[in-house]
């Protein structure tokens, strides 16, 4: 019985280990390891979000280290609610989060370097979200 | 080879090729009709469930993309049910590798080694987990982009108040520093992983997860068993104990890198190894080093080669012990060039801190004696 119950716990740890792998997703807390395995050209377009508040007569650019995140993380978050169109209701979020009265309004800008070539970038301002 | 080993085999390799075949023929329409909204419910439950960041990629990439994922996952399927029936194979027709697999998990450790572990283990989880709570607050800024993982999804638990996020800091640490000094060592070190495991799922809600704390993660879900193995044994004149469960960190560990190594070459299908794929992620991360590896097309040729053969090649330490003083060492470097190079993660790297599993602790003598006294200190401690 005792042997059975190693063989389960074994068999069992072992196939969660494996599933993330197979299943090609992270499966929390058993992960997929997929960090730098997607292949990149160099003459992929390097895209980059950034986010601005206007406060004292002036546009800043906000660190994600206010929210103890990772630029690297800050970014994939920003990205996700902009590819799921919702850059408007990302903005109202971070708005809620800093609720500094001093902050006029928010912007969303997404970065295209394309290449290698860091001084060719193209921004565009995706929203603009006034809460004053 | 026995009948039944025959029939496990064929019955492997009989559905790794139909596997593919059947998804083929019956499920690959399921992927076009999922992104024109007409597949069965249960199916978009399912694909959502699985894959939370579907709702994302669906926008950034065409059908193809998915087509080819789904795939992918039914390839995947088919190696790891052919690595299992060559497991077979070669565990049927070679004696040395049958007495391997049936000494793996039935061997002995000594008792101190299984102390000594437990004291270096939970005293790494505690230094980790020193600013869980701070952190928490910080996050608890940014709430109202919380999404919760999987493991939440599961057992329903969501984001915690800061009063709760404090009683569970203290519950982490109190748990830790109990199995440190060897008290109720079983149960505070289930709860012990369980509220570490839970901080860093809060943590990861943010629609990115870190894998960071993943090898201190599977140890601390298996020590726990380590442990039991300890409590359990009786008999004061008996030093050794079943190592199955030391063994199933070390598997897992080793296994890290292995399916690490395995993603890069089956997601690229080879073109990670290419010098040009190496460049360009020097190029995104600009770390001053890598930037500066860039002028060296000789290396820049080489290290992507060596990384992969170090991930592939770290399981052998399994099979042959004496590898692990080439592996231990190249999995240190590995991790300190990855931070120098892409200049991401740190130099006190979880990772290479679980690689405290392969060390053979009750061999160095003057470390057993000062580990025994901790043992001693609350009386429960390891016989003489």
Known sequence: MKIKLKNIIVSGFITALILPFILITDLFPFARFGMF?????????LKMFEVEYYQNHQWQTL??????????????????????????EFLTKLSLSIPDTSIYAWRLKHIQIPGNNLHQSDTVLIETLKIR | MSRKEKVLIFFLLFAAFTIPAIYLTYFNPLVKEYFNGLAPTWFKALVEFIYPRMATERNRFPVSFFEEKALQVT???????????????LKS???????????????????????????????????????????????????????????????????????????????????SI???????????????????????????SFEKIDHGYTTL???????????????????????????????????????????????????????????VTFKS???????????????????????????????????????????????????????????????????????????????RWSEIKPLKGLFKSVDHLFKRGIPQ
């Not at chain 1, 206010?66 to 609610?81: E, I, Q, V």
């Not at chain 2, 390839?75 to 194979?89: D, G, P, Q, T």
């Not at chain 2, 109990?178 to 990861?204: D, E, K, M, R, W």
Request: proline residues 5%; positive net charge.
């Open chain 2, 281 to 359: 992620y020097i190029y995104l991360h600009q770390a001053p080093l890598g930037m500066h590896i860039l002028n060296y097309p000789l290396l820049c040729s080489l290290l992507p080669l060596a990384a992969m053969i170090f991930q592939l090649g770290f399981i052998s330490i399994l099979w042959n012990e004496k590898l692990k003083w080439i592996f231990l060492p190249s999995g240190i470097l590995f991790h300190i060039g990855t931070v120098m190079l892409f200049g991401i993660s740190s130099i006190i790297n979880p990772w290479i801190f679980t690689y405290i599993f392969f060390i």
């Open chain 2, 93 to 175: 027709k070679f004696i040395s590798f049958r007495k391997f697999t049936l000494q793996f998990f039935n061997g002995h450790t000594d008792e101190h080694q299984v102390s000594i572990l437990r004291i270096l283990f939970y005293s790494s989880l505690l230094y980790f987990s020193l600013e869980f709570y701070n952190d928490l607050l910080v996050v608890s800024s940014i709430k109202a982009f919380f999404k919760p993982v999987f493991l939440l999804k599961v057992t329903g638990l969501g984001f915690p108040s800061d009063s709760l996020g404090l009683i569970l800091y203290v519950i982490l640490l109190l748990s």
């Open chain 1, 37 to 45: 395995a997607e292949p990149v050209s160099s003459a992929d377009t």
């Open chain 2, 217 to 275: 993660n599977y140890a601390g879900l298996v020590m726990p068993f380590l442990l039991y193995q300890q409590k359990k044994n009786v008999n004061p004149k008996s030093l050794l104990l079943p190592d199955w469960p030391l063994q199933l960190i070390r598997l897992s560990l080793s296994l890290c890198y292995l399916l690490a190594g395995l993603e890069k070459l089956f997601i690229s299908k080879g073109a990670w190894l290419s010098p």
């Open chain 1, 63 to 88: 660190d994600a280290k206010r929210f103890n995140l990772a630029s690297g993380s800050f970014m994939y978050l920003t990205g996700n609610y902009f590819y799921r169109n919702q850059s408007k």
């Open chain 2, 75 to 89: 390839v995947r399927i088919s190696f790891v049910l052919s690595a299992f029936a060559v497991f077979f194979f």
């Open chain 2, 178 to 204: 109990f199995c440190i000094l060897n008290i109720y060592p079983v149960l505070s070190s289930g709860i012990a992983i369980l509220t570490f495991i839970y901080f860093q799922a809060v943590f990861f």
